[in-house]
């Protein structure tokens, strides 16, 4: 086989082809759901075949070993239907066929050290991007910040402590957020300030000669900034300079993403926190997240500053309110201000209270 | 990047970042440092990033023959101790995310026998990633397509397609998501722009089975969301038994719709749903069903330009049009592909610039005649820029460290 070959994709289609053969039977076919607990769920198809999926909590960013894995694979065919399936959000869930075998799956994989929980009003998973385990432009390190918050709101998870509704929780390194913050509670860590650079090695980031700069040429570094706060110039003795203007700066870390010599001073780090985005239709709808505290310190290796400041946005929630409301829900109908008077935010020019207005999603259309 | 400002001589370091790893081995939830200890990954420098309090990675480049994306390494940077390199491959996921075991187990076999023995189970573009030495990244690409799945998705290009489970194993599914998945994977335009990052930057598309919208196609340089016409369906015998034997309560289901269209007649025990006011929350099926079921006249909502990374900051889907199936919009993908493509040829879209980014620039009206001639059915809703970070002065600071503070103290007795 030649190695052009390689520039055919091999997709995982077709996707019947991809499928525990229990599913493939009954692909279209369900007709209802119970629950059992948190964590265990119940799907009823019409040809009388049930599946029963058991959803564990898995480590920060969803990092296993292939020995961990393996023992997931073993309980699976032990006690399952031969299926494992991955959530969007990295929980990790078994297939089998009777409530039986699903509360033995449970057993089994809470004795290996994993929890089991999720579904209806509980903490569904914290979404971690992978940070310090490979990015080159993450601020601070979000699989450690989540194995600390995952510790203290287990109970969440497991559904010993219940909410008022789901409860999501984004973990971003920094500004790109690969790790979203567009759900219920959403940390992303930032500079806390405008960049630094190397004036040394910036240069090669820049063009060589002043001439680039006045036939017109931007380099990219001053390019992708959205509030032109990256000033680009030719100096006297014909060489290139860069000035960043702090008073246009938002912190967002674009320039960071296209030149690795803009730099920041990681004592002045620390996690912006957004609040009440959700995508789904229910309740009020698809709604954005806002930034409502601008910075909380990130120090590892037990980060108590954003425990007890995420401890506290659940404990104001469940206080106050509805069932079934998830923070946006309940921050729409209460507002912003309210919010911020419960949790004794201060509104400054980083967190002005950003009431929600209008109806996102297909609430767009007329349908 | 530069070292930290008073970065530690390399033993101090090396024992701090130690204790560190130690200390997140700890607790009740199960810890990634515990699983990379059991593979080769180089936990070493994870741990020296935060011990510095700085991402240990510089960028890397390693070439795989005739793979152009989904390949990412790194070394560590200059002043990791020891140093260090980290390599990894985005392979496809399964569709729906389905694993069987025996298919799991050939991946568990090539991630030990040519990998590092660690994996990430799901990654932020919805890839399954392998972590891998340079030595073996040859054979570790022909063993995966060999098993069916291939390694791709990074970069300028389109990136991995995101499908809630759909039909496969959820009732509420309004379209087959899965299918759809596997026919923009199979259409050769699509497949060379898999291949080929040459766009101003990533592209995604998403497909959710009905409102819900658990593949968050609302974020979705192009998302797909079931949706029916008019009023949900109501069985009213079977919600009528599931009222007596006080499974359900009537009121309570009234009272959650967002838009007041329900209405439950106690005398009569009759439910009527107003379909010209019914929002499509789900609220009442996912409570009621399947005495309460979407209505039988399916179409799909196919909304356009949202995404988290982008110039002017994140940005919820706008609406594009209600198609009868996802084919009747894939030309539109195409199209506004090769438009956002020429735009940044004429020098308007930038590099780095979303589909979102794109339609800001040259208005949603004249992306909506001019690109994809398409008759305006919606009304986008407007919000303020979505963005994280903050560039504080000392006092300010000083200020919000001085407000944490106070919430630590009241938690400090149940931390």
């Known amino acids: ?367 | 990047m530069s070292a930290p400002k008073n970065l530690p001589p390399p033993e101090v370091l090396l024992k701090r970042s130690e204790e560190i790893l130690a200390e997140l081995e700890r607790g009740p939830w199960p810890s990634h440092v515990t699983e990379l200890k059991k593979t080769n990954y180089a936990t070493r420098v994870y741990g020296v990033g935060l011990a510095a309090r700085k991402s240990p990675w510089g960028p890397a480049a390693v070439k795989v023959e005739y793979v152009t994306t989904g390949v990412l390494s790194r070394w560590a940077r200059d002043w990791v101790p020891g140093g260090g390199s980290e390599l990894h491959f985005r392979v496809f996921h399964t569709p729906g995310k389905f694993l069987k075991t025996d298919w799991l187990r050939q991946v568990t076999k090539i991630s030990k026998e040519l990998g590092v023995g660690l994996i990430e189970l799901v990654g932020q573009t919805g890839a399954l990633v392998l972590n891998l030495t340079p030595e073996k990244a040859e054979e570790m690409v022909d063993a995966l397509r060999s098993i069916g799945t291939d390694v791709g998705g990074s970069g300028d290009a389109i990136r991995a397609l995101n499908a809630c489970v759909g039909p496969a194993l959820c009732e509420y599914a309004l379209y087959d998501t899965l299918k759809w998945y596997a026919e923009f994977y199979k259409d050769k335009r699509v497949n060379d722009a898999i291949i080929s990052p040459s766009y101003p930057y990533k592209f995604k598309i998403k497909m959710s089975g009905c409102p819900m919208d658990c593949a968050r196609a609302n974020r979705g340089d192009i998302g797909f969301i079931g949706v029916w016409v008019g009023a949900p369906e109501v069985d009213l015998e079977l919600f009528r038994k599931k009222v007596e034997s006080g499974e359900l309560d009537p009121e309570k289901i009234v009272a959650r719709c967002p838009s007041g269209a329900i209405s439950w007649d106690k005398e009569k025990k009759e439910l009527k749903i107003d379909g010209s006011r019914c929002k499509k929350s789900m609220e009442c099926i996912r409570t009621a069903f399947p005495a309460i079921k979407p209505g039988r006249e399916r179409k799909i909502a196919v909304v356009v330009g949202g995404h988290v990374k982008g110039r002017f900051g994140g940005k919820m889907g706008k609406p594009l049009a209600v198609v009868n199936s996802v084919d009747e919009a894939m030309d539109w993908v195409i199209k506004t592909i090769e438009s956002w493509m020429e735009h940044m040829e004429k020098g308007v879209v930038k590099h780095k610039d979303r589909i979102g980014d794109f339609i800001t620039k040259i208005g949603y009206k004249n992306y909506l005649k001019d690109v994809v001639n398409v008759p305006e059915v919606g009304k986008p809703t407007l919000h303020t820029s979505l963005r994280a970070g903050a560039v504080l002065d000392e006092e300010e600071r000083a200020m919000w460290s001085k407000w944490v503070s106070e919430i630590v103290e009241e938690y400090k007795s149940r931390l």
């Not at chain 1, 990790?92 to 999720?118: C, H, N, Q, W, Y």
């Not at chain 1, 690795?260 to 954005?288: C, Y």
């Not at chain 1, 912003?336 to 949790?343: T, W």
């Open chain 1, 1 to 367: 086989m030649s190695e052009a070959e390689r520039l055919k994709k091999k997709l995982p289609v077709p996707y019947t082809d991809w499928l525990p053969e229990v599913v493939k039977r009954n692909l279209g076919k369900w007709v209802d759901r119970k629950y059992h607990g948190y964590g265990v769920i119940e799907h009823i198809s019409e040809t009388g075949d049930r599946i029963f999926t058991v959803k564990v909590g898995t480590p920060p960013n969803f990092r296993v070993s292939t020995d961990t894995l393996r023992k997931f694979i073993d309980v699976a065919d032990r006690l399952g239907v031969g299926g494992i399936k991955m959530t969007r959000n990295g929980n990790l869930e078994i297939l089998t066929d009777s409530l039986d075998k699903a509360l033995k799956i449970k057993e089994e994989v809470e004795r290996m050290g994993f929890p089991v929980g999720g579904w209806g009003p509980t903490l569904w998973s914290i979404n971690s991007c992978t940070a310090y385990l490979t990015c080159t432009t993450a601020v601070l390190d979000a699989p450690s910040i989540t194995k600390v918050l995952y510790d203290y709101l287990k109970p969440y998870f497991t559904g010993e402590i219940t909410l008022p509704a789901k409860l999501r929780i984004n973990v971003s390194g920094c500004p790109s957020a690969c790790g979203g913050f567009t759900t219920d509670i959403n940390l992303v860590g930032h500079y806390g300030d405008a960049p630094t650079y190397d004036p040394d090695k910036i240069k090669l980031c820049l063009p060589k000669s002043a001439k680039a700069i006045e036939a017109g040429h931007v380099p990219e570094v001053a390019e992708v900034c959205p509030t032109r706060a990256i000033r680009v110039y030719g100096k006297p003795d014909g060489s290139v300079g860069l000035d960043i203007i702090r008073e246009k700066c938002i912190a967002c870390g674009r320039c960071r993403d296209v030149c690795d010599w803009i730099d920041f001073d990681e004592s002045k780090a620390g996690v912006a926190v957004l609040v009440g985005g959700k995508a789904s239709n229910t309740g009020r709808g698809p709604m954005p997240s806002y930034q409502v505290i601008p910075w909380v310190p990130a120090i590892p290796p037990d980060y108590v500053e954003i425990v007890a400041v995420v401890k506290k946005i659940i404990d104001v929630w469940r206080t106050n309110a509805s069932e079934g409301e998830r923070i946006g829900d309940w921050i729409g109908r209460v507002g912003m201000k309210k919010f911020y008077q419960l949790m004794k935010i201060p509104e400054g020019k980083w967190n002005r209270a950003v009431e929600s207005q209008g109806e996102f999603g297909v609430r767009q259309f007329r349908i």
